[in-house]
Nanobody, 116 residues
Framework: VQLVESGGGLVQTGGSLRLSCTVSGNTYSINRMGWYRQAPGEQRDMVATITPSGRTNYADSAKGRFTISRTNANNTVHLQLNSLRPEDTAVYYC???????????WGQGTQITVSS
């Protein structure tokens, strides 16, 4: 299974970015997909997740600013990040879980840096 992330970078406060993540290989019965983030010295926290039916879950810090979407046909998940703040600076990790399993599969991470 291969998980490829893209879309991180450097942006000014108030700017926008779009992250994408595609899972290929053994993609049968992938359940939740989503994004977590980890700032230096901090734990890895959930940003947003989405189920195959489109049910979403957002961290409070992401509500109203970030939008997660998913294309089941090619196992791709996107995260649109708007109104970015310096506190959004972190490594963002794509993740997925299979149905009936609790193990989280992680991507390699992509850096987002928001300058003030």
């Amino acid at each position: 299974v291969q998980l490829v992330e893209s879309g991180g970078g450097l942006v000014q406060t108030g700017g926008s970015l779009r992250l994408s993540c595609t899972v290929s290989g053994n993609t049968y019965s992938i359940n939740r997909m989503g994004w977590y983030r980890q700032a230096p010295g901090e734990q890895r926290d959930m940003v947003a997740t989405i189920t195959p039916s489109g049910r979403t879950n957002y961290a409070d810090s992401a509500k109203g600013r970030f939008t997660i979407s998913r294309t089941n046909a090619n196992n791709t998940v996107h995260l649109q990040l708007n109104s970015l703040r310096p506190e959004d600076t972190a490594v963002y990790y794509c993740m997925y879980i299979y149905f009936g399993r609790s193990y989280i599969h992680w991507g390699q991470g992509t850096q987002i840096t928001v300058s003030s």
